[in-house]
């Protein structure tokens, strides 16, 4: 559904590459994550995915289109999210989605619907501007599935949602992925694109650093870690300690010989620890 | 369909958001002023350019009557510095038009009369009197004032030659006989023999007329070119032109559907301005068709532009320094003696002359026409170039 080979870009006011010769595919029915912190390149790489920046360097296929000669027919099997809200603020809510609706030649959904899917049931007629930054969110989300696209962008759609609505989104997502939607998911949250995503690919400075299955990075990067927490004099410490790493095993004994253990749990490493693993660099 | 569906909304986005009674409102504020402030007729030119082709004892004595009477006095002579000029003369009565070409600058000091009203002892006019008509004619049409002649037959008749401006109405002409002649006795032999001229080939259109042009130009065109680059910075900061490029419709048909809700309002605004005043007494197809190709050309202008910023914050200074140059051939408009060439190069200057093509009865519809075709082709260049650079710059 998308090949991308060798993508670079580059924003005229700024001199440092924010795309750096990056590489990947998605197939068909895939749900793909792009995960990395503020400034990596998620959102350039969309926009140059979606059409909306300018091909530089590199080829890029969407859904059987060179992006270097496009046509504006293919948006009709593709959906796109923005980061940041974008609704007419005059037009209520239904107005929104139904005028977006008109401007699809394939058909579409009801706009109604679509409204009460992303829990803004009883705001229909209200207008976008007298929504709150998370009801806009939820409106330009619930916009990019106006025309039941076959591949969907969506950047960042439950960054600022509060935790119910971010599980609807997630859930909505994973319907449209039983369905065989390609989705190009850029987040910073692990824990959805641990769930949704079958693949997800760590982009830090406008690289690439690895493209693997969420299970598959588990299996590989500390899949026994503990937790342990000891009393050291008046304080309590908390450290995570890898059981496969021999200098972390005989961190262990030491801390279990010498102080007071408090709680000690294993566990399976997070999305986000792995993250900071093989990048050396939080999430935000 | 896309496009009407895109016109819609844009129409009532407008009709939700105060840019669209801005227009309109401004629209009804100058009706205003033209119908309460603006006189359909006036006498207010205050100055007057007089040639005497009389006997000079007779002059002298008129003057000494009139100074006796307190209706004038006599003041220091005044200098003018005539610029080279060439322009026509037509007359009123025979058609007959007449070059007249003058290449020197040449200066001149002439004979100053000031004209009081005998009850209050107040000036009321200024007469400039040369001694020859050339001058007298080629004074008139720089300062842009009536000149006249006065010449007496061997028995004694006074008869007079008005050059006119062409915006006077005939009773303002009608009036100046009654200025320049004391009793009414007189002034029926001035009317008999009389021979209006008017300088230029213009025809007459009453002050408030003369107004509209300038006026239509207004809260048309410039409003237009101004309020497309404010929708364009409204959806700018919305980002909605990014959601609207993910669209399989077209970013030219969004940018029509712009022009259609500036179309929308300077049709009801023109419309507001030029109906109270004109009635029925002009060609309205010919005003649409001419309203539409310039709406469209300056809003195709405030498109491109608007295509070069990202607020309207960054793109006010060079919007400001387009919608002054935009307004000056508004002071040859009515400054007959300031017409520089190169003020024909600013858009503005045709659609003024348009204007007043067809508010005249009989104007000239060619020229109307003509620059219709120009302003539609003009039009047509600057949408496609602003629809390139709209297609360019939808970054995130
Ligand atoms: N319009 C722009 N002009 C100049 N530089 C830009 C522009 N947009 C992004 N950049 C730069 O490109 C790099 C990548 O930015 P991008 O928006 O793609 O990051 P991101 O991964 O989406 O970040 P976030 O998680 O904050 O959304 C950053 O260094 C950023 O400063
Ligand atoms: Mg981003």
New interface residues.
């Given amino acids: 559904m998308i090949s991308v080979k060798n993508l670079s870009h580059i924003y005229s006011n700024n001199d440092k590459l924010a795309i750096n010769d990056i590489s990947f595919e998605i197939t068909k029915g895939e749900t793909f994550g792009f995960l990395g912190p503020s400034g990596a390149g998620k959102?350039?790489t969309?926009?140059i995915l979606?059409?909306?920046?300018?091909l530089q360097k590199g080829d890029v296929q969407v859904a059987g289109y060179d992006m270097n000669k496009v046509d504006?027919?293919?948006?009709?099997k593709?959906g796109?999210s923005?980061e940041?809200?974008?609704?007419?603020?005059?037009?209520t809510a239904k107005?929104n989605l139904e005028?977006?609706s008109?401007?699809?030649?394939v058909p579409t959904r009801d706009p109604e619907e679509l409204i009460k899917l992303v829990g803004l049931e009883g705001k229909e007629n209200d207008?976008a501007g007298s929504f709150s930054k998370g009801m806009k969110h939820r409106l330009?989300f619930a916009?990019s599935m106006i025309n039941n696209p076959e591949l969907w962008f969506l950047d960042e759609p439950t960054t600022g949602l509060d935790p119910t609505i971010a599980a609807t989104i997630k859930n909505i997502i994973n319907e449209q992925k039983a369905k065989g939607v390609t989705t190009f998911l850029t987040t910073h949250n692990m824990y959805i694109a641990d769930e949704l995503c079958d693949r997800v690919a760590f982009i830090i400075d406008g690289h690439i650093k690895l493209i693997d299955t969420p299970k598959n990075l588990k299996m590989q990067y500390g899949k026994k870690l503990v937790d342990i927490e000891y009393v050291d004099g008046n304080e309590v410490k908390k450290e995570t300690l890898k059981l496969i790493d021999d200098k972390d095993k005989k961190r262990m004994y030491e801390i279990i010989n010498n102080y007071t253990i408090q709680t000690m749990h294993s566990k399976e490493a997070t999305l986000e620890e792995i993250f900071i693993q093989v990048t050396g660099r939080g999430l935000i | 369909m896309k496009l009407f569906s895109s016109y819609i909304k844009e129409m009532k986005i407008a009709a939700r958001g105060f840019y669209f009674y801005i227009e309109i409102i401004f629209a009804v504020i100058l009706l205003v002023i033209l119908l309460v402030a603006v006189k359909e007729e006036s006498i207010s030119k205050d100055a007057e350019y007089l040639y005497n082709d009389i006997p000079s004892e007779v002059m002298t004595y008129l003057i000494e009557k009139d100074i006796n009477e307190g209706k004038a006095r006599i003041v220091e002579p005044t200098e003018f510095e005539m610029k080279p000029v060439t322009f026509e003369i037509t007359n009123q009565e025979t058609g007959e038009v007449t070059l007249y070409e003058f290449e020197e600058e040449k200066i001149i000091t002439v004979e100053t009369v000031e004209r009081l009203d005998p009850e209050t002892g107040k000036l009321t006019r200024t007469a400039y009197i040369t001694d020859n008509e050339e001058d007298m004619i080629r004074l008139s049409y720089l300062e842009g004032q009536i000149g006249a002649t006065t010449t007496m037959s061997a028995d004694g008749e006074f008869s007079y030659k008005y050059y006119l401006q062409g915006y006077e109405t005939e009773r303002l002409v009608d009036l100046l006989y009654i200025l320049h002649n004391e009793s009414g006795e007189v002034l029926t032999t001035a009317m008999d023999s009389q021979v209006v001229r008017t300088i230029g080939t213009e025809q007459l259109l009453n002050n408030r007329e003369n107004l509209l042009p300038m006026f239509i130009v207004f809260t048309g065109s410039l409003m237009g070119f101004f309020i497309v680059m404010a929708y364009i910075f409204l959806d700018k900061g919305e980002g909605v032109i990014k959601a609207f490029a993910v669209t399989p419709s077209a970013v030219w048909k969004y940018l029509i559907s712009k022009i259609g809700v500036i179309m929308t309002t300077t049709l009801i605004s023109s419309l507001v301005i030029t109906i109270p005043v004109m009635g029925t007494s002009i060609n309205y197809l010919l005003f649409l068709v001419f309203l539409i190709v310039t709406t469209f050309a300056s809003s195709s202008l405030g498109l491109l532009v608007a295509s070069f910023f990202d607020d309207m914050v960054k793109a006010f200074g060079i919007m400001y320094g387009f919608m002054i140059a935009l307004m000056i051939p508004a002071f040859s408009f009515y400054i007959p003696s300031f017409d520089p060439v190169w003020l024909r190069f600013f858009p503005t200057y045709p659609m003024l002359q348009g204007y007043k093509e067809i508010l005249l009865s009989n104007g000239d519809t060619g020229y109307v026409l003509i620059y219709s075709l120009v302003f539609l082709v003009g039009g047509l260049v600057l949408f496609a170039l602003a629809n390139l650079k709209f297609k360019k710059t939808l970054t995130l």
């Fill in positions: 959102s350039t969309q926009g979606t059409g909306l920046l300018k504006n027919k293919r948006f009709n593709i796109v923005f940041q809200s974008n609704v007419y603020s005059k037009l107005e005028f977006y008109k401007l699809f030649d207008r330009t916009r």
